[in-house]
C-alpha cells in the first residue's frame, strides 16, 4: 500500500514518551510536520510515568551535563512561558558521603563540574546539616549541594509538552504499534505500523525500553536492555527538606538509594537494585518495600512513622555506559536513534528535543556537536559514568 499524501511527514517519532513528546514540541515549533506513533493508549504510559521526576545538570559527563542545563532551562520556565502547572519544583540536588571513598569521589567531581560551569559546592557536615536537618549526622562527612537542579510531575510535563505540540499541529496516532520500517536503499523513509504506512524524511526512533527489538528490523544491534526499578510514595507531612538527597552508600540488594520532599509534602524515594533486575517488570516486588522504608528509616529517622501510600516498578533502558544513545547511524540515512536513557530519560527529553530539532534543521551548535559525538550508536561504550 503507497502512503498517501496525508501520511506523509517531516519527522516521524516512534514513542510518546518522556523523550518523543518534547521532541514533537520542539520539531513542531519548528515548523517541521510532525507525527508521533505510540502502541499504547496515551502519551507517557511507559516508563515516563513511572520516573520519580527528578531533574539535574549535575553530571559527571560533559554531554549529559549539557543536556541537563538544556531540559533545567525547559522545566524551570514553563510554567511562567506556557501556563502550565508541571509541579517544578527548585529544591536542589544533595550527593551525600558516609565514607573517605565517596567524599572524595565527590569532592574530585565537584571541582571538575565548577569547571564546567555548574552551580553545585561541596559542603562539610556542618553546613550539609543546615540544608538536610535530619538526615542522620552519625558518620556523615558532607555532600555536594546544586541548587539548581529539581523536580517535576513526569505524567504533567509530559500532558503539557503533548497539548502545545497538538496545538503547534504535531499529529499523535495512540494504540498503534510500528511493526517495520520501509527504506529506499540505504535511507529509511517511513514506518509501516499494524494500522497504517507512513513516509517521512526522518523517523525517529525513541521507543524506550523496546529500542533493541525494533531496531533489529534494520538489522542494528542497538545495546539497550530493560532494567526493572522500583520507587514508592508516603503520605503527605510538613516539609522538612528540599533537595534530592542521594545516598551512595550500598547496602545488601541495593546499590544507592535516594528520595526526595515532593511539594504536596509526601515523599518519594527509589533505590538502584543489585545486582539489576534485568526485563520488563511493572508488578511492584514484595522486597522492595521492606528494604526500602528500612533505608529511608536509616537515613531519615524522623521519617519512621510515615505511611507509605503506593509503591511502584517500571523500566530503565539500560546501556552498558550508563549513558543514552543519541544520533544517526552510518549507512542508514533518515534514521534517528533516541534510546538508552538509563534512569534519567525524564531530565533528559526537553534537551534531547531541542538537540534533534537543531539536527533535522541542520543548524547544529558546536554543542549539539560535542553532545551527538560522545552519545553516537558508534561509540566504545567501554567507560561508565560516576553519577549514573
Ligand atoms: C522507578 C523509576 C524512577 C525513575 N526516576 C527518574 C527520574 O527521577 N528522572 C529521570 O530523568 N528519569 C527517571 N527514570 C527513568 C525514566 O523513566 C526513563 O529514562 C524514561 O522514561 C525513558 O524515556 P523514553 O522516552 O526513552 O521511554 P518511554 O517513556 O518508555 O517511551 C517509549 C514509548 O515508546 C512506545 N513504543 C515502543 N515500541 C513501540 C512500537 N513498536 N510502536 C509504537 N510505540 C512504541 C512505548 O509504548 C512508550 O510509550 C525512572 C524510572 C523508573 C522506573
Given at each position: 500500500?503507497?502512503?498517501?499524501?496525508?501520511?506523509?511527514?517531516?519527522?516521524?517519532?516512534?514513542?510518546?514518551?518522556?523523550?518523543g513528546v518534547p521532541t514533537a514540541y520542539f520539531m513542531a515549533k519548528a515548523g517541521l510536520k510532525t507525527l508521533v506513533i505510540d502502541q499504547l493508549p496515551s502519551v507517557g504510559q511507559a516508563s515516563n510515568k513511572h520516573a520519580i521526576g527528578g531533574v539535574r545538570a549535575t553530571h559527571s559527563d560533559p554531554a549529559k551535563i549539557h543536556l541537563g542545563s538544556r531540559s533545567l532551562e525547559?522545566?524551570?520556565?514553563?510554567?511562567?512561558?506556557?501556563?502550565?502547572?508541571?509541579e517544578w519544583h527548585q529544591g536542589g540536588?544533595?550527593?551525600?558521603?558516609?565514607?573517605e571513598a565517596n567524599a572524595q569521589t565527590l569532592q574530585h567531581l565537584t571541582t571538575w563540574q565548577k569547571e564546567h560551569g555548574l552551580n553545585i559546592t561541596w559542603l562539610d557536615k556542618e553546613n550539609i546539616l543546615k540544608i538536610i536537618p535530619n538526615i542522620i549526622p552519625e558518620g556523615l562527612i558532607g555532600g555536594t549541594?546544586?541548587?539548581?537542579?529539581?523536580?517535576?510531575?513526569?505524567?504533567?510535563?509530559?500532558?503539557?509538552?503533548?497539548?502545545?505540540?497538538?496545538e503547534l499541529g504535531?499529529?499523535?496516532?495512540?494504540?498503534?504499534?510500528?511493526?517495520?520500517?520501509?527504506?529506499?536503499?540505504?535511507?529509511?523513509?517511513?514506518?509501516?505500523?499494524?494500522?497504517?504506512?507512513?513516509?517521512?524524511?526522518?523517523?525517529?526512533?525513541a521507543s524506550g525500553g523496546w529500542a533493541k527489538p525494533l531496531s533489529a528490523k534494520l538489522g542494528l544491534n542497538v545495546p539497550v536492555e530493560p532494567d526493572s526499578h522500583e520507587a514508592g510514595i508516603t503520605e503527605p507531612a510538613e516539609r522538612i527538606f528540599h533537595p534530592m538527597i542521594v545516598d551512595m552508600r550500598a547496602r545488601p540488594g541495593l546499590a544507592n538509594f535516594y528520595f526526595y520532599q515532593h511539594p504536596t509534602g509526601k515523599i518519594i524515594f527509589c533505590m538502584t537494585p543489585d545486582p539489576p533486575?534485568?526485563?520488563?517488570?511493572?508488578?511492584?516486588?514484595?522486597?522492595?518495600?521492606?528494604?526500602?522504608?528500612?533505608?529511608?528509616?536509616?537515613?531519615?529517622?524522623?521519617?519512621r512513622h510515615i505511611r507509605v501510600r503506593r509503591v511502584w516498578r517500571g523500566i530503565y533502558p539500560m546501556t552498558p555506559d550508563g549513558s543514552p544513545i543519541i544520533g544517526q547511524v552510518?549507512?542508514?540515512?533518515?534514521?534517528?536513534?533516541?534510546?538508552g536513557m538509563c534512569g534519567q530519560g525524564?531530565?533528559?527529553?526537553?534537551?534531547?528535543?531541542?538537540?534533534?530539532?537543531?539536527?533535522?534543521?541542520?543548524?547544529?551548535?558546536?554543542?549539539?556537536?560535542?553532545?551527538?559525538?560522545?552519545?553516537?550508536?558508534?561509540?566504545?561504550?567501554?567507560?561508565?559514568?560516576?553519577?549514573?
Open positions: 500500500m503507497p502512503a498517501n499524501q496525508d501520511n506523509t511527514f517531516d519527522v516521524i517519532i516512534i514513542g510518546a514518551g518522556s523523550v525547559v522545566f524551570s520556565n514553563w510554567e511562567q512561558e506556557n501556563g502550565d502547572d508541571i540536588y544533595s550527593f551525600v558521603a558516609y565514607d549541594y546544586s541548587p539548581e537542579d529539581g523536580s517535576a510531575s513526569p505524567l504533567l510535563s509530559v500532558f503539557a509538552f503533548h497539548k502545545h505540540s497538538s504535531a499529529q499523535f496516532r495512540f494504540n498503534e504499534t510500528v511493526l517495520d520500517f520501509i527504506r529506499d536503499g540505504d535511507r529509511v523513509t517511513g514506518v509501516k505500523t499494524d494500522q497504517n504506512i507512513y513516509s517521512s524524511q526522518w523517523v525517529i526512533n533486575i534485568l526485563g520488563t517488570h511493572t508488578l511492584a516486588s514484595s522486597e522492595f518495600l521492606p528494604k526500602a522504608a528500612r533505608r529511608l528509616v536509616e537515613v531519615m529517622p524522623v521519617l552510518t549507512g542508514l540515512a533518515g534514521f534517528i536513534l533516541a534510546v525524564f531530565m533528559f527529553g526537553p534537551g534531547i528535543g531541542q538537540l534533534l530539532t537543531h539536527f533535522v534543521l541542520d543548524e547544529l551548535d558546536e554543542m549539539d556537536k560535542i553532545i551527538l559525538e560522545s552519545l553516537s550508536f558508534h561509540r566504545e561504550f567501554g567507560s561508565m559514568e560516576v553519577l549514573k
